[in-house]
């Protein structure tokens, strides 16, 4: 009796084994603070309002409505509103979620980098690099590191792609940030 059911465990955990690993991350060129600036049509602090998810195609996605708080690049005013789309939602009982995509929490600010896409819709700059969320508030505030569900990469002195090396997620004092991002907006004009 215990044979045939060590040679069933076998036959049933033999496809599992042979089955190759399933890889959950996303590999993303990193971006400096710099390049996400030069790269965005919008730098923003805003505040997640609204989220809906819908097909685009055969690909789900996400439009969230994002009040803006300050406007740091880009001709969005204090109180109007930025509808960005990006990967990965749910619509009915079908969800897709995309390593590396960015992420919004409603009614949670962020400082937000934004730039236009070919059919002039808003996506956020760099993927999950993009989005600054806040926590905090007033002098305390702080903002959280990006990019921390995917691998970043650069190119070394041969042009070729290295894995940056893995770091705690970080925070930075909102003020000092912001006061950095103004410095560079001004750099590009």
Do not use: C, W
């Not at 505040?47 to 809906?52: H, Y």
Request: glycine share 10%; aromatic share 2%; hydrophobic share 45%.
């Amino acid at each position: 009796m215990r044979k045939p059911m060590i040679v069933l465990a076998l036959a049933l955990l033999a496809p599992a084994a042979a089955a190759p690993p399933i890889t959950r991350a996303a590999v993303l060129i990193a971006l400096s603070l710099p390049e996400l600036v030069a790269k965005s049509d919008f730098v923003v602090v805003a505040n997640a309002e609204d989220e809906s998810s819908r097909y685009a195609g055969k690909v789900i996605v996400t439009d969230v409505t994002l009040r803006v708080i300050t406007s740091m690049k880009g001709p969005a005013t204090p109180g109007s509103t930025l509808k960005v789309t990006h990967l990965g939602g749910a619509v009915d009982n079908v969800g897709l979620r995309v390593p590396g995509a960015a992420q919004f929490k409603l009614g949670q600010s962020a400082v937000v980098f934004l730039r236009r896409d070919p059919d002039g819709g808003l996506v956020v700059t760099g993927m999950s690099q993009g989005v600054l969320p806040i926590t905090g508030n007033g002098t305390g505030a702080v903002v959280e590191s990006a990019g921390r569900d995917a691998q970043l990469v650069h190119r070394d002195a041969r042009g070729a792609f290295v894995e940056m090396p893995h770091q705690a997620p970080g925070r930075r004092v909102l003020s000092e940030l912001l006061g950095e991002i103004d410095a560079i907006v001004h750099s590009l004009r």
